[in-house]
């Protein structure tokens, strides 16, 4: 295993407005796993790795390179939560370590800011942090209390099962599982949360959310824990949105960083669960009951 | 002309596809600089017979296409790369394209009155590039046969 004392955490855009539970998590998570999770100062959007890349692509791959050259700086690897994030910085760093003539132009541009892309240092998800670098046995050893009994649904996003290779699906499940939750595996996990379509059609991002929540309900989920804050944002929202239409969800989405805090024996108050819009408390009841609802 | 064996043709997975429809919006932004599924030239569609399974709809640049056969002012041609295109100068709008299509691919954009299909993105086609799962991607004609037999195989085996 190779010893990471400091790492950048990208947070891009929606875990430090939206979502500071996930950040705050994360960041408490990660010291009681002996390692320092260090602010990217200046950093931007990723930007996107749908529509500003189909849109911009030249300015896309300058600011990303930009993002992961602000981490370079300070000499570390980078890790995100985000999907798309991911997908944005990775895909960056390959174009940029791959074509000569795009990293000569990027840090022509990136020299505005006094800084370089050079690709010395790697860029992570979370999974890949938590998995490979500080490995299970290093978060068993850490976990004082589970969450027996709860039924957790894993959203895990389009964008990891594009390098199959790496195999973040199956490192996340193992993730899950090892928190002592009961994983409910479900035909709909393949599917898209619809954050794509809010784009152009938000009846159909509802309609999409709305097919993956059925089915979650259908096999009685108890939470649903994912590290992409757009799942996110859209499983929750997209509760409240077909609540105020007559239905009734309540199914809490968790960022997986927040269950570990937990089972870490911090105190959700801690970590700022509070701001969750859906009954987050049930959860922690339940598994505090051993399981019993 | 590209042997047909060795050209390139799109290749679309339901095992890997996720129904986000990026795709489309990234094909109407391709060719008509908007991003609407209205303006796409291939379809994602919920898959009626299997539950959280999608089909994907985009032209096979056959190697007898019949739509080029039915055009009747000769506006459809199969350029040297294998790739069937429509010039838009020369179209009618008379759909004939549209309705013997075996799949209708080619579809009639109602303001231009002329119709549209997908032209391969001049051999980067963006519905491939920005697919977030790798559910559609380019292969050679030969090689998404292959896939396309052992996907068929596997679906029956999974009925069975």
Known sequence: ?293 | MADTDDQKVLFYDPELCSGCSYCMLACSYEHFKVLDYELSNLWIYPDPQRPFYYIGIHCSHCDDPICKAACPVEAISKGEDGIVNIDQNKCIGCRSCNIMCPISVPWKNLERRVSFKCDFCKGDPKCAKFCPTGAISVKTRKEARELASKLILKAEAKSK
């Open chain 1, 1 to 293: 295993m190779v010893e990471t004392k400091k790492i950048a955490f990208y947070l891009g855009c929606a875990l430090p407005s939206a979502q500071l539970f996930g950040e705050a998590a994360g960041k408490i998570v990660l010291k009681d796993l002996g390692v320092e999770p260090l602010d990217i100062e200046g950093a931007t959007c990723c930007p996107d790795p749908e529509i500003s890349r189909t849109v911009a692509p030249e300015l896309w791959v300058t600011m990303a390179g930009r993002n992961i050259a602000l981490a370079e700086k300070m000499d570390v690897d980078v890790f995100t939560v985000c999907n798309g994030c991911y997908d944005t910085l990775t895909h960056a760093y390959h174009m940029l370590s791959e074509d000569e003539q795009l990293n000569r132009k990027v840090n022509e541009n990136l020299m505005k800011f006094g800084i370089q892309y050079q690709g010395k240092h790697r860029v992570l998800h979370a999974i890949e942090l938590l998995y490979d670098v500080i490995g299970l046995d290093r978060i068993k050893k850490q976990i004082k209390r589970k969450l027996t009994g709860v039924r957790v649904g894993i959203q895990y996003g389009c964008r990891i099962r594009l390098n199959p290779k790496k195999e973040l699906v199956r490192k996340f499940r193992e993730l899950v599982e090892i928190l002592g939750c009961e994983v409910v595996d479900l035909e709909s996990d393949r599917i898209c949360c619809g954050v794509p379509m809010m784009y152009k059609d938000q009846k159909k991002a509802l309609a999409q959310t709305k097919t993956r929540l059925d089915d979650m309900v259908k096999h009685n989920v108890d939470c649903i824990v994912l590290f992409c804050p757009a799942c996110y944002d859209r499983l929750e929202k997209g509760q409240l949105e077909l609540n105020q239409q007559g239905g009734d969800y309540d199914i809490p989405v968790f960022n997986y960083f927040e269950l570990l805090a937990y089972c870490f024996g911090h105190e959700p108050d801690e970590f700022g669960a509070y701001l969750h819009k859906l009954d987050y408390e049930k959860i922690f009841e339940k598994a505090q009951s051993g399981g019993k609802s």
